[in-house]
């Protein structure tokens, strides 16, 4: 969940690891956390371009029930714990290790991570909560 995004990128300090124009580097065991004011837990945001937007969140506590609505397609891969993905009006995902999901523009969900929790996520450009 990106909570994080574009609208984070002024309330937090975006760390680009970038190698060369537009190459870019980061390593999973990254200890280069902050705190996301959206959405609770932790994020690390590496890749902050007007194009897309990749970055790492975790949760190292039960947050409780997180919702999200992402304002562009939003895809993520779980690396550590599960999570439970509600879909207002839709499915449930059940996600662990390895899984990868996509959600697109709007999509309203609510979120119940199981910790520790973290995923690698992965948005078109800049995602900020979409407009109730």
Known sequence: ?????????????????????????????????QSDPDVGGELQVFIDEP???????????????????????????VLEGSVRIDIDGGPSLELTVGDVASLPAGTRTTWHV????RELWFAPRLLEPASS
């Not at 994080?4 to 970038?18: F, N, R, S």
């Open 51 to 77: 194009d897309s937007q990749v970055g790492m969140s975790r949760y190292l506590t039960d947050p409780g029930p997180i919702s999200w609505a992402p304002s562009v397609r939003e895809t993520l891969l």
């Open 114 to 117: 199981t910790t520790p929790f």
């Open 1 to 33: 969940m990106t909570g994080q995004a574009g609208a984070l990128a002024h309330h937090i300090e975006v760390k680009q690891m970038e190698l060369h124009p537009g190459v870019y580097r980061s390593n999973l065991d990254t200890d280069e956390w």
